[in-house]
């Protein structure tokens, strides 16, 4: 029972249905001091978010640069590729389903915002940002990639300590903090008259990206059985005990030793696959960004904001760099994500909120797919140096 109470999706899951509660049955005096923490919360978040960036960027790029061979590069071309492909393969379908799928629900968020109360906090903090998101990204790449030049370096001292800070944000104050942040987002749209649209979208976008992670494993798996002659589906059943593990740890890097021994069934060599199953638990994020991609489309199309393929096009790119820097932790990638979303797709505090709130529900999905897919990378990999001789 402790452990149920505990997790963090648990922990999501029992702030919406507090949230809805709230908001349909509470008087607006009450509903207010929600408003007011998520002020609060939402600024405190907007100024965390150049620092996230920062703090997990600089090390992860650094630590990528040092002792750069044949093999890390070559594991990651493949992973950023794979997490490219996973981001446009969801952009194409996303981009062909929803419009009709969510265009009902977008009409009625639409009459609903014209119609519906707005619930304000008894008081306000402006909390600004050291930086803009933007700034902070190019920061953190040319610190990051001029320390992956240094040997020995006082200031990577200081970038790893500044690491272990962020983490310890993360961890110890916003992640806990999540539940009710989006309990208060669930209040006020239940006081609004919003949440069932909501609640809608929700069950659509689960339910398509379900699918969506399902065809991308094949198609992984496919490439993977033709470039090492062997059977896909035996070669993705191998892994299923790494799937499901995932499922229940949510943490790519938890994970790590039943991949590792899936892979290695498989056929990957021992010095392959101790390479490429840590290096992997860390950059390749094909189904984080699945979620990502697809949430942020729907939500975009609820709110009536126009999207284009150029705009998905840069944001993707950016994204699998970002995420990179994803902490081994439950909500990790999509903290790392919430300044891009910002800065390039213009997502707001109530968006933001609602994207947490839908990427933290379909977590241990994403996390299944990054790792079973880094079996997949294993094979191509240990295919591909020996053909080349490294």
Known sequence: MKRIFSNLLFKVFLGIVLGIVFGLFLPESVNRIFATFNAFFGQFLNFSIPLIIMGLIMPAISDLGRGAGKLLLLTAAIAYGSTLFSGFMTYFAAAGIFPTLLESHAANAASITETGKELLPYFSITIPPALDVMTALVFAFLIGLGLSYQEKSALGAVVKDFQVIIMQLIEKVIVPLLPLYILGIFAGMAFNGKVY?????????????????????AIQYVIAGLLTKKNPIKLLATMLPAYFTALGTQSSAATIPVTLEQAIKNGVSKKIAGFVIPLCATIHLSGSIMKITACAMALMILQGIPFTFTLFAGF???????????????????????????????????????????????????????VTGDGAIALAVNKLTKQVGA
């Open 197 to 217: 649209s909501v609640l809608s979208v929700f069950v659509t976008i689960i339910g398509v990206i379900f699918a969506l992670h399902i065809l991308l494993l």
């Open 316 to 370: 993707i790119f950016m994204l699998g760099i970002a995420m990179v820097a994803a902490p081994g932790v439950p909500g990790g990638a999509i903290m790392a994500a919430i300044g891009i979303l910002q800065s390039m797709l213009g997502f707001n505090e109530e968006m933001q909120g609602l994207m947490i709130a839908l990427y933290i529900a379909m977590d241990s999905f994403g996390t299944a797919c990054n």
